[in-house]
């Protein structure tokens, strides 16, 4: 990875830590560890290139390959269980089923594991290649990030996380504003990993989407 793209990905990195508020102690922000971002970004591609790990990038920075405007203070990958035990610089801090997160040197990673089928599928189905600073980096799809979205929204309303729940169903609608996108094929692959009552809530959630969208469309063309 080169060093350009290491302080690309860092300079996102850093603008998401710094506007929150929560970072800030006393006033006072941890200025060393944020001088420490762009090695620790490279360090971490240049471990996942080296060992050749099958990772897809997703989560915020992914997004902003395709819209604009939204903040991220760590790095998302899709990888398998037995890659990430190739990788033991990173220090695990939670871990379930189907996620993990953990901190490599000082660049937070958060991480869908392909023991969830539909991550698996994701990571197999819906890659591409992506430009960071002048380096190709393996990333989601729109369609595989429209797939993400939708799919956790029934775990966030289930824990009153209502905040997470606005945002992600923003960047649905920001995506699908920016890009032509074919929505049933994307509902029928989540289908078979989410119970009806959730599905029933996920279709529900992108009809409100799409009437958006047209009012969105029909109040542009007015104005054209």
């Not at 939708?150 to 609608?173: H, M, T």
């Not at 078979?192 to 969105?216: G, W, Y």
Request: proline fraction near 3%; hydrophobic fraction near 40%.
């Amino acid at each position: 990875m080169s060093k350009f793209a290491a302080r690309r990905i860092a300079d996102i990195l850093k603008d998401g830590i710094t506007f929150d508020l929560k970072n800030w102690r006393d006033g006072k922000m941890d200025v060393e560890s944020l001088s420490q971002l762009p090695q620790s970004v490279d360090n971490l591609f240049s471990a996942l290139d080296s060992r050749r790990i099958d990772y897809l990038l997703v989560g915020g920075l992914a997004l902003l390959s395709y819209i604009e405007g939204r903040n991220t203070q760590d790095v998302d990958f899709i990888l398998s269980k037995r890659d990430l035990e190739t990788l033991p610089e990173l220090v695990i801090t939670e871990e379930n089923q189907s996620f993990a997160r953990g901190m490599f040197e000082t660049v937070q990673v958060d991480l869908l594991l392909t023991q969830n089928r539909l991550f698996e599928q994701v990571q197999r189905d819906y890659a591409t290649t992506q430009q960071y600073g002048g380096r190709a980096i393996k990333c989601v799809t729109v369609e595989g990030l429209v797939i993400l979205k939708l799919y956790a929204l029934p775990s966030l309303y289930s824990q009153g996380l209502f905040s997470k729940v606005s945002i992600y169903e923003n960047d649905v609608q920001l995506l699908l504003l920016s890009h032509e996108v074919d929505l049933p094929p994307l509902l029928r692959v989540i289908a078979p990993h989410v119970i009806a009552s959730d599905l029933s809530a996920i279709e529900e959630t992108v009809a409100d989407i799409r009437a958006r969208l047209v009012r969105f469309t029909q109040r542009r063309d007015d104005l054209t």
